[in-house]
Each structure stands twice: as structure tokens, then as C-alpha cells.
């Protein structure tokens, strides 16, 4: 049996057949990528979380332009349940991945993910800095308050004075958009004004050119005489003007402070960015505010404000004071002796007088000496009232409501929802109680009448003979009804 011939190797194979034979396989594979990335992309279903999220940020933006919600009190809120926006996009995510387990998987854009993480991060500072989004701008000089002429340009200053006769009865209308206001008394029946003036220029000459121009305009109509000053952001005019005591004043104020004292006939003031302080005044006062601090003291007339205003204080005010806006920072008012009547967004508070004071700060109201009729209307606040005499109705929910009342026990009408009520009264009082605790309990010094049933506590009866009715009501909360100057035994 002869062998099989013998068929010589093959000869190893080119190197232009290897180059070619590698880049078919290279190709290959990207055809394989391509059509496997294809198929991805076929069978990927976009998430709605993203349209979701850009439709809530639009229509809040809208809410907030159209001043519908509180911008202030919208990121208080919002620092308080940011945790609550990737639970809800989780949610959603899980929802969508469920739904469509059987046709596609889900896909999560780059741009959604980095629009809640950026989402978040504003929520962690609005919750630690309880920032004020109105001020952030104007501490930043950001918009209007953008002055070029200063970074890019020098200081320069001048000073003018200038002696004006008013006639009798006269009303002083001053408008300055770029400067303070000092308005004090003179002592004669001229105005005299002082103006200092500072421009940005990079030349001398044309500093000295700005600050010649840089002229009040004065003007009389009758018995008003208007003082103009025309700055911009590149001229500032401060204005010191003493008048006449009982001469009457309108300041309008863009930017900058207003400080009027010692006026002896009304005032009025329009400020726009900045401080207003009040002193002696004795005449009627009405103060319209966008942004800044207020403080007024020692005014013999009726007063009101209304606007934006960061912190407050307002003492020995003998007429009525009426504060109406919204207030982003600490409230003080104490020896109101007129009627007064706070009313914001959020809380509202009415009081016959003020013989004591009252302070709302970071989510506590106290109220100490005050004569009724009271009246509390707020949320999410503990609430403290002491050595209230006369009617007294409070009205609160996620918070405590505790209140001290002197002896003779007017008519109350206390409602707190999610929130405890501690109610203090004379020992030897005389008063009629109604009570009601739904998801709590009812504790009393006094002798009354109690039943529970159905997670509802109540308490009702008649304490040293009878008097007006005390209705409370806690709504998952315990109510609390103590005897001033006893023990808790009897």
C-alpha cells in the first residue's frame, strides 16, 4: 500500500494579506458595536422625569412672577422637603421600569440627573441658610445694582450746600434714586441742603464736569416744593435737608437709606432698596418698602407699612399701627398703644393695644401684656402669650399654642391642629370650659367633666360658678388647662 503524496505547506500568508485580513475583522467588530448600540436605542424608552420636572419648574417660576406664591416662603418650604424630590423622581423611575419591564428599559438622560443633583444642592443651602433669594442679588451686586463706572473708573467727591425758602404750610417732596436721605428739624422756616456728591470717572476733567451737573432740581407748586436729584449708578448724591419741624415730607428712595426724625406734621416714605429709620415723629406716617431693614420710634400718630421688609421694630407708637406685607426677618414691636393689625402671607395678629411687646422670629410668636381683643391667625409656629387681657382667639396648626391670662377671664376660642394647647388661668377665676382633644388627652387643674371615646378626649364644665366660655380644640394634640399660683392637686 503506497504512501499518499506528499502536498507541499502553504505559504505563510503576506504581510498585505495580514493588514487586510485585521482590518476586516476591525471592521467587523464596529459593525457588531454599531448594530448592538442600534438595537439599544430602539428598545430604550426615555423617561418622563425630565418633562415632569421642567413642566413643576416652569409652572412654580410662573406662580412666583405672578407673585401667586411667596418666593421667600416657597424656598423655606422647599429647604424643608428637597429630601422628598429624588424620592418622588425614584419613584417614577421604579414605576416606568415596572411598566415597560416587558418592551424596553428605561433610559436616564446626563442632563436629568445633573438637573437633581443641582436641585438638591439648592435644597441643602435653602435648608441651612434659610436664604433670602430677593437679597441674594443685591449682595452680590447682580442686575441694576451692576455699577461699571465704579470698578472701571476713580472716586471722586464734592460737597454743595444750598439755603431755599419755603412758604407756610409747606410740603417737601424729595426723589433721589441713587443716595441716602437724612431728613432732620431746622430751626428757622428755610430748607437747607446739603448734597454730597460722588461720581466714577477715569479723568479729572470730566469728574469735575459730572459733579458740576450733578444739580438738584428744586421746583414749587403752590405750597409743595420738590427736590430732584437726577444720579445714576455712576452718581450718588447723599441728601441732608433740615426743614422746618412742622413742614410735611414725601421722600421717594430707590437706593439707598432714609433716616427722618424730629417732624411735627406727616410723613411719608416710598423706599425701594434700603433702610428706613423713624424718630420723633408727631404727625401720621405711611412707609412702602420693597427690601431693607425698618425701625421706628416714638411716634405721636397713626402708622402703617406695607411692602417687603427684612427685620422690623416699632415702638411707642400712641395711634394705630397697621404692618401689612411680607416680612423676612425678625418682627419686634413693642408699647403700641393703639389699635394694631399685622397681616402677612402667613400670620396675622390684631390686639385692642400693646402695653408689652411682641417678637416673631425663626417660627416662635410671643406675646407678652397685651389687651384684647386678641387675635392670633398663623401656621407652623409656637406660639406664646402671657398677661393677655380680654378676648382672646388663636388660630394654629404644626405648632404649640400656649396661653397666660389675668384675671377677669374674658371669652376664648383657641383651634390647633398638630400641636399641643396649654391654657393658664387665675386660681380663683370663674369660667365655663369646653374642650375637645382628637388623637390626645386632656389634662386640667380644675374639676370638670371628661370622656373619652374614639381616640376624642373632651372636658366640659363650669369653674367657681360659670363665666364665658373657653373653647378649645386640639386636633392630634394633648390640651392642657393649669391654675396659676396652685399646685395640680386639688
Known sequence: ????????????????????????????????????????????????????????????????????????????WYGHWWPLLPIGAGVLLALESLTLANHSRVRLGGGVVFLVLLLALVGVIAAHNHVNWQSVGDQLQLGDDVNLAEMFGNKHQAKERIDHALPADATVVIQNAHGDVILTAGSDDQMHLTVDKTVYSGS?????????????????????????????????????????????????????????????????????????????????????????????????GDFAISGRMNDVTLSQVTGSSTLTGDFFGDVHLDHLL???????????????????????????????????????????????????????????????????????????????????VDVTVPEDAKFTVQGVAVDGEIDSDFKLTQNTANDHATAFGSVGGGGLLLHIVAEKGDIHLNKAGASADQ
Open 338 to 420: 393703639g389699635p394694631v393689625h399685622l397681616h402677612s402671607s402667613r400670620t396675622e395678629i390684631q390686639a385692642a393695644r400693646l402695653e408689652g411687646s411682641v417678637t416673631l422670629s425663626d417660627g416662635d410668636l410671643t406675646m407678652d401684656n397685651a389687651v384684647g381683643p386678641v387675635l392670633v391667625s398663623t401656621r407652623a409656629m409656637d406660639i406664646t402669650m402671657k398677661h393677655i387681657q380680654g378676648e382672646v382667639r388663636v388660630k394654629n396648626s404644626d405648632g404649640s399654642i400656649a396661653v397666660n391670662v389675668v384675671d377677669p377671664v374674658a371669652a376664648m376660642d383657641i383651634e390647633n391642629r398638630n400641636g399641643s
Open 1 to 76: 500500500m503506497g504512501m499518499p503524496p506528499q502536498t507541499p505547506p502553504p505559504y505563510p500568508p503576506s504581510r498585505a494579506q495580514w493588514k487586510a485580513q485585521r482590518a476586516q475583522w476591525k471592521m467587523q467588530s464596529k459593525m457588531q458595536r454599531a448594530a448592538y448600540r442600534a438595537s439599544l436605542r430602539g428598545t430604550a424608552h426615555r423617561s418622563i422625569i425630565g418633562p415632569i420636572f421642567l413642566i413643576a419648574i416652569g409652572v412654580l417660576a410662573l406662580l412666583m412672577t405672578l407673585h401667586r406664591i411667596n418666593v421667600d416662603y416657597f424656598w423655606h
Open 204 to 300: 479729572d476733567r470730566e469728574a469735575q464736569r459730572e459733579l458740576d451737573a450733578l444739580e438738584p432740581l428744586i421746583t414749587s407748586s403752590g405750597n409743595v416744593v420738590t427736590v430732584h436729584m437726577p444720579s445714576s449708578d455712576s452718581k450718588v448724591a447723599d441728601m441732608t435737608l433740615a426743614l422746618p419741624a412742622t413742614a410735611a415730607a414725601q421722600v421717594r428712595i430707590d437706593h439707598g437709606d432714609a433716616t427722618v426724625s424730629g417732624r411735627k406734621a406727616a410723613v411719608t416714605i416710598n423706599s425701594g432698596q434700603g433702610d428706613v429709620e423713624l424718630t420723633s415723629i408727631a404727625g401720621p406716617i405711611q412707609v412702602a418698602m420693597h427690601q431693607g431693614d425698618f425701625t421706628g420710634r416714638d411716634v405721636q
